[in-house]
């Protein structure tokens, strides 16, 4: 099955710096990398994806990149404001099951 | 336009009793998923449902752990017999259209807590 791995555990970046976290998978079959923004006590909010045919997406201060040959993608985040701070979980799908995902970054924003 | 619900938001059980978590998925989903999580970790995939349907459960364990949607009301994820290890927060996600290659939304999630 699919293995995806997230780096760092923790991110700690002053406020108006930019943010990037990498995901690996293993599945050359996933087709579909989601990255979700975790905030304390509630669920996870779809933030941005990307999808195999594209290698790279922005909206606004946040972009995905995608190498499909090296199976890895990354979650860019620029000028980062305060309310950036969360746990990002990225994900890979491609199939009828479930998203497979990491195990999350905590990203602290430094004012 | 609601989003996808889920209730109740906490959970309290004793060992041996039954959990019953309900997921209502957005409004023109017919697609849901629960998923398992952790303290401090990811996201595990457990079932994967159409109405009436169960199309993956390849990971929900295969024994005290059952889910449903039928075909009028809420997805039901049922876990009988709880004990300590079934604590855990439990999302849905619901999508349009079929499989992992589409768009899931989240709920808020039920935080069980087995005593």
């Known amino acids: 099955g699919e293995n995806v791995e997230q780096h760092p555990s923790t991110l700690s970046v002053q406020e108006g710096d930019s943010a990037v976290i990498k995901c690996t998978y293993s599945?050359?079959?996933?087709?579909?990398f989601p990255w979700y923004k975790q905030e304390l006590g509630k669920g996870p909010q779809l933030i941005i994806d990307?999808?195999?045919?594209?290698g790279e997406k922005k909206d606004q201060r946040i972009a995905v990149t995608l190498n499909k040959t090296a199976k890895h993608f990354s979650l860019h985040i620029t000028e980062t404001q305060p309310e950036d701070s969360a746990v990002y979980f990225c994900?890979?799908?491609?199939?009828?099951?479930?998203?497979?995902f990491g195990k999350g970054t905590h990203l602290i924003i430094q004012p | 336009n609601a989003g996808v619900m889920q209730n109740p938001r906490h959970l309290v059980r004793r060992r041996g009793q039954e959990a019953r978590l309900r997921c209502s998925p957005m409004?023109?989903?017919?697609?849901v998923y629960w998923y398992r999580q952790l303290p401090e970790e990811g996201l595990k995939f457990m079932v994967y449902?159409?109405?009436?349907?169960?199309?993956?459960e390849s990971g929900m364990p295969k024994e005290r752990f059952s889910a449903e949607f039928p075909k009028e009301g809420p997805s039901i994820l049922r876990i009988q017999q709880v004990v300590r290890g079934d604590s855990a927060a439990y999302f849905c996600?619901?999508?349009?259209?079929?499989?992992?290659?589409?768009?899931?939304?989240f709920g808020p999630g039920t935080r069980l807590t087995v005593t």
């Open positions: 996600a619901s999508s349009l259209q079929q499989g992992a290659s589409y768009e899931q939304y």
């Open positions: 599945d050359s079959a996933s087709n579909y």
């Open positions: 990307i999808r195999s045919n594209v």
């Open positions: 994900a890979a799908g491609g199939g009828a099951d479930g998203l497979t």
């Open positions: 409004k023109g989903h017919s697609h």
């Open positions: 449902l159409q109405k009436e349907n169960i199309i993956d």
